[in-house]
């Protein structure tokens, strides 16, 4: 089952600009992490935020966390043709080894 | 470098045909996990192990079998059980030590029938 919904689907913005994709889920959950998805390739693991934190950093990264409406959203400043790619956020539950993926946000950074 | 190796890159089954993807790690993590992504996706669990000699069913299991005979190696057979078997597989690994440890993944294998 994928609990995680991200929005918006696909994302075009020009390079420089900011790019905020958002992950809905549905559970409790223990933390949420974000990974990024080059065509063709695995996944790499991008930041993690507990459910305990509501904001986080990463470089040119922002990820916040909202427990209440079961939210997240991943802000990508200043943004370079590099960062193409497929975002997805994952979940992972309390005494739960696994991770449940969203659907994904296919972003697009026109030169 | 340590990481996560699966081969082949590309594989393609003939009908009624069993075939085994390969997924090995040098990160001496001691879960590994497999996960099936069709076009515009994201992923399903498929199965995971936890240590050596155990695993357990993911979300879509059924036509796929996995064996964890070494810590370093978790190779899935996708079996002629599985009728619409085209998909990108990922195998990916994590460090149990910690709750918060991320998951790294390999580059997947790319499955189309012939």
């Known amino acids: 089952s994928q609990q995680g919904e991200e929005d918006p689907q696909a994302l075009s913005i020009q390079e420089g600009e900011n790019a905020t994709m958002n992950c809905s889920y549905k559970?409790?959950?223990?933390?949420l992490q974000w990974y990024r998805q080059n065509s063709g390739r695995g996944l790499v693991h991008l930041i993690l935020?507990?459910?305990?934190?509501r904001e986080k950093h990463s470089g040119r990264l922002r990820v916040t966390l909202d427990t209440s409406k079961k939210s997240s959203s991943l802000l990508i400043t200043a943004s370079r043709a590099a960062d193409t790619a497929s975002y997805f956020c994952?979940?992972?539950?309390?005494?739960?080894?696994?991770?449940?993926f969203g659907t994904g946000t296919r972003l697009t950074i026109i030169p | 470098d340590g990481g996560i190796t699966q081969s082949p890159k590309y594989l393609f089954r003939k009908e009624g045909q069993n075939v085994t993807l390969s997924c090995e790690q040098n990160?001496?993590?001691?879960?590994m996990y497999w996960y099936r992504q069709d076009p515009g996706q994201g992923l399903r669990l498929i199965y995971y192990?936890?240590?050596?000699?155990?695993?357990q069913k993911g979300d879509i299991a059924e036509g796929y079998s996995v064996s964890r005979e070494k810590k370093e190696s978790f190779p899935l057979t996708v079996t002629s059980a599985q009728k619409n078997p085209t998909a990108f597989y990922l195998c990916?690994?994590?460090?149990?030590?910690?709750?918060?440890?991320?998951?790294?993944f390999g580059d997947g294998t790319r499955l189309s029938i012939l």
């Open positions: 994952a979940t992972s539950n309390f005494g739960n080894e696994k991770l449940t």
């Open positions: 559970t409790s959950i223990n933390n």
């Open positions: 935020i507990r459910s305990n934190e």
């Open positions: 990160l001496n993590h001691d879960a």
């Open positions: 192990s936890q240590i050596v000699n155990d695993f």
């Open positions: 990916a690994s994590r460090n149990r030590e910690r709750i918060d440890q991320p998951q790294h």
